[in-house]
């Protein structure tokens, strides 16, 4: 069962000579549960498509449906609700709130939404992040791959369909790179959640069941990975 189906998506900046095509007529499915790396380099439209994907960005034309639901047929309010509830957005700089806790701010979407929290879940959450002990911690007091374990939390808490990671391992060592890509792909499996990583890493491409390679807003290949 495809969770993503893309239809001549595209998406152009500007107007004129500095007119921009991010995006060139880009079409392709996504089954349920899958983990595919997105790959291209500086400019090629990739982050665009990620945005777009997770209700952030209006294409100027094509469809995105997501379980079914045509994503831009809806009002702003009903897009705002849409993406608390249906996609979780990894970003490389965390975006936490400074005076949030570790908990506040994973459990921030579900508050939003007026929803009482899973503290069963939640404490499931934190141990599979390795935050246990550290619920009351800033983010200031944290490690950066321990702000981007709370960042992967606050996408997961909400249960979403699709988990989207723009450069997740970006702004992190080696051995954080690591780690954080392992909990991705635990939370895949465990969760049955599609995954879908923008990176600049191959090792990191290699790891995901597909590959797909974006240059001047075009798919330029689309492959599997054998394992």
């Known amino acids: 069962m495809d969770i993503l189906k893309i239809e001549n998506l595209s998406k152009i900046y500007g107007e004129g000579e500095n007119q921009v095509k991010a995006l060139d007529n880009v079409s392709f499915t996504v089954p349920k549960g899958q983990f595919v790396a997105i790959i291209g380099p500086s400019g090629s439209g990739k982050s665009t498509l990620l945005h777009i994907l997770g209700g952030v960005d209006r294409p100027t034309s094509g469809k995105v449906y997501l379980g079914g639901q045509d994503v831009y047929a809806q009002d702003e309010d ?5 993406r608390r509830r249906q996609v979780g ?4 700089f965390y975006n936490l709130i400074p005076v949030l806790n570790v908990t506040e701010n994973i459990t921030l979407p579900v508050l939003m939404d007026g929803k009482k929290v899973d503290k069963k879940y939640l404490s499931e959450l934190l141990s599979l992040l390795s935050l246990k002990g550290r619920e009351k911690h800033l983010p200031n007091e944290l ?3 321990q702000q981007q374990r709370v960042s992967i939390g606050r996408a997961l808490i909400n249960n979403p369909a699709v988990m989207l990671a ?3 391992t970006g702004n992190l060592d080696s051995k954080n790179s690591c780690e954080i890509v392992e909990l991705l792909k635990a939370s895949n499996k465990k969760y ?3 995954l879908i990583i923008i990176t600049h890493d191959e090792s990191i491409a290699l790891q995901a069941d597909r590959i797909i390679s974006i240059n001047d807003g075009r798919i330029e290949s689309d492959r ?4």
Request: aromatic share 10%.
């Open 166 to 168: 723009d450069e997740p």
């Open 78 to 82: 009903r897009l705002a609700i849409f």
């Open 143 to 145: 490690s950066g791959g």
């Open 224 to 227: 599997l990975i054998n394992k």
């Open 89 to 92: 957005l990894i970003y490389q």
């Open 192 to 194: 049955g959640q599609t």
